[in-house]
């Protein structure tokens, strides 16, 4: 795979939201406003480029058996530094992500990346493909806080626009309307996406426990636990 | 007492955390396909979240606030949820093996799952006392637990439901959750008024 392919699956072939369905929570959460939007795009972007590059530096020192817990505490530090950062010179920005920044840790999609990718790969590979993902992942947030700020609150970016201001369809900027817009898009994507539609719904490669369970072929962490239930 | 009742409904109802936070979608969409499967993770969920606010609370105000250590707290409170997580489960198996039958499958599962980090997290930035955020955690599980359960009941539904096809699987998931969330905007501003 040359290196423009690697950079360019995140946005479209696997975007990690849209397709391998993946960081849904913070995906709903702050797509309210196209700014929050890119706030959280950028904040992500940053910890996974950081925890990619480190961990594929790392990926021959690290212990197999104990790999997991240190990824989380490589991410975890990352991410205090980013929130450290945006509280010193973005305040606004920490106030209307409020609980999300440090909730990065456990984005399934930089554990993820970091389990599927980084620790396979050479560091400017994992590099680019951070940059890739971070890129997709902000270009769906974008997508959907557009929708919602347009329609939901009449302005795009803050500023107002015309016809719409005035016709504001407010439950889109709400919870119900997070759910809704991010299932069109969905929808949209399984109807002119070239994939069809995978069978697995939810990408189990990005979940911290995929090592650990062992079972990613049989449907998921949520297969799994179905199996298990009715085996006992 | 008044306060603590408010805390509780509100975290069950208003700020529920699956639709109205979007903290812990994941499960929410992944293991809500039967009742047993969804009963059981939530009741994991509860388990979890009190025991990690019964831990973290006396960390961050005994350890980290008094060292000036504050911004320790995202790395600290993960790794003592997972570590804890891993332990209960150990201990679990040894000593109530008829407990682990029905949580053990679910708590390897929701060691990073956001809602836990979020309720910790929360329970600081709220200035919660030990009993307040204790009380804030059992409504967070709650209202976990019953938005669970009455989404297995939806989703039992739109099984034979005849959906388009792109809409197949996922997409309709997602609309069906955005209605259940509307369902919940109702109470807003009730809970606040039923004490005024």
């Known amino acids: 795979m040359n290196k423009l392919q690697n950079f360019s699956k995140g946005l479209i072939k696997e975007n990690p939201v849209l397709v391998l369905v993946l960081g849904t929570c913070p995906t709903l959460a702050t797509s309210t406003s196209v700014l929050n939007a890119l706030g959280m795009g950028a904040a992500a972007t940053i910890v996974l480029i950081c925890s990619n590059i480190v961990i594929s530096a790392l990926r021959k020192v690290i212990p197999d058996k104990v790999r997991i817990p240190c990824y989380i505490v490589l991410i975890a530090g990352f991410v205090t530094m980013v929130q450290m950062l945006v509280k010193a010179f973005a305040p606004a920005l920490d106030e209307s992500l409020g609980i999300y920044l440090p909730l990065i840790v456990v984005n399934c999609i930089i554990l993820g990346r970091a389990e599927m990718f980084a620790n396979k790969n050479t560091v400017v590979d994992s590099a680019i493909d951070a940059v890739g993902m971070g890129a997709g992942f902000t270009l769906a947030l974008v997508m959907m806080a557009t929708i919602r700020e347009v329609f939901g609150n009449g302005t795009f970016l803050g500023f107002e626009i015309p016809v719409l201001i005035d016709n504001k369809i407010s439950i889109l900027t709400m919870a119900p309307g997070g759910f809704f817009v991010f299932g069109l898009l969905i929808a949209l994507v399984n109807k002119f996406g070239k994939h069809k539609p995978k069978k697995k719904e939810f990408g189990c490669a990005g979940c911290p426990q995929a090592a650990a369970c062992g079972r990613a072929d049989c449907g998921g962490c949520a297969g799994q636990a179905e199996a298990e239930v009715s085996a006992q | ?196």
């Open chain 2, 1 to 196: 007492m008044t306060k603590l009742i408010i805390i509780l409904l509100s975290a069950v109802f208003i700020n529920n955390y699956v639709l109205s936070r979007f903290l812990g979608i994941c499960p929410f969409l992944g293991v809500s396909k039967k009742l047993d499967s969804a009963t059981g993770m939530s009741l994991a969920v509860i388990f979890v979240m009190l025991l990690s606010t019964a831990v973290t609370w006396p960390i961050q105000y005994y350890l980290l606030n008094p060292n000036n250590l504050g911004y320790l707290q995202t790395i600290v409170f993960i790794l003592v949820i997972a570590a804890l997580v891993q332990l209960v489960e150990i201990v679990l198996k040894r000593y109530i093996p008829s407990l682990h039958q029905s949580l053990g499958v679910y708590l390897p599962l929701i060691t990073t799952n956001c809602a836990v980090l979020g309720v910790t997290i929360l329970n600081i930035d709220e200035n919660y006392t030990f009993i307040e955020a204790m009380v804030n955690s059992l409504g967070s599980g709650l209202g976990f637990f019953l938005a669970m359960v009455m989404f297995s009941g939806v989703r039992s539904k739109i099984e034979g439901a005849d959906v388009p096809e792109s809409f197949k699987g996922l997409p309709v998931t997602l609309v069906a959750a955005s209605i259940t969330s509307l369902s919940f905007l109702g109470f807003g501003g009730v809970i606040e008024n039923m004490f005024a």
